[in-house]
């Protein structure tokens, strides 16, 4: 993969963010909405399929299982989007009733998988940016860190309903803003990777 292509990559990644932060909550969840959420999904696997392409040019490959992983999930999450089950990368739950409960589980294994393979690509990146350079470190610890306390957000979430305590649900609703919050840091950071590692190549 050329210089120009991993560049792009990094700008895809920035692009996904202001389409999800920006385009999918001011359009909701109408049709508009889930056209922003396609583009937004198909610039995100460009961004990571970059990825895959510049850390194989460093001599690094491996981050290509858990970039593969992330970008069949999310392929998957969209096509299940377009006839209305789930609720995008990372929101997906159990829909209906019947038929349609084997969506719900298939799609509660994607999320798992999903934040397995977040949390693959840190370990990866954290290991790369020992001779890729402190960027790539800060993508790996900041992903690592932003899927573990989603991954606490859960396991509170569950917590408070055996409990029945809302005061869990409070301590799961801090984790979620403060896993988003740093899963956003390391998205930008990882597109200021890319762009700068473009330079380098």
């Known amino acids: ?14 692009a996904y963010l202001v389409l999800t932060l920006l ?3 001011a359009l909701g969840g109408g049709t508009g909405g889930a056209i922003v959420g396609l583009i937004g999904t198909a610039l995100m696997i460009f961004g990571f399929w970059a990825t895959k392409g510049f850390l194989n040019a460093k001599g690094h490959t491996g981050a290509d299982m858990p970039i593969l992983i992330l970008i069949g999930a999310a392929a998957i999450t969209a ?3 377009l006839f209305g089950f789930g609720g995008g990368m990372g929101g997906m739950g159990a829909t209906g009733a019947g038929g349609l409960q084997v969506v719900g589980i298939i799609a509660l294994v994607i999320t798992l998988v999903w934040f397995l393979a977040w949390l693959w690509f840190g370990l990866s990146a954290l290991k790369f940016g020992a001779t890729g350079g402190g960027i790539w470190k800060a993508t790996g610890i ?12 859960v396991v509170f979430f569950i917590l408070a309903a055996i409990a029945k305590a809302m005061g869990l649900v409070a301590v799961g609703g801090i984790l979620a803003l403060v896993g988003l ?4 840091a390391g998205l930008i950071v990882h597109g200021i990777g890319l762009i700068q590692g473009a330079g380098k190549m």
Request: charged share 5%; aromatic share 8%.
């Open 142 to 153: 900041l992903y690592i860190i932003g899927m573990a306390a989603l991954g606490l957000m």
């Open 181 to 184: 919050l740093v899963m956003l």
């Open 1 to 14: 993969m050329n210089a120009s292509m991993v560049r792009f990559g990094g700008i895809a990644i920035f």
């Open 23 to 25: 385009g999918r909550l």
């Open 79 to 81: 096509i299940l989007g």
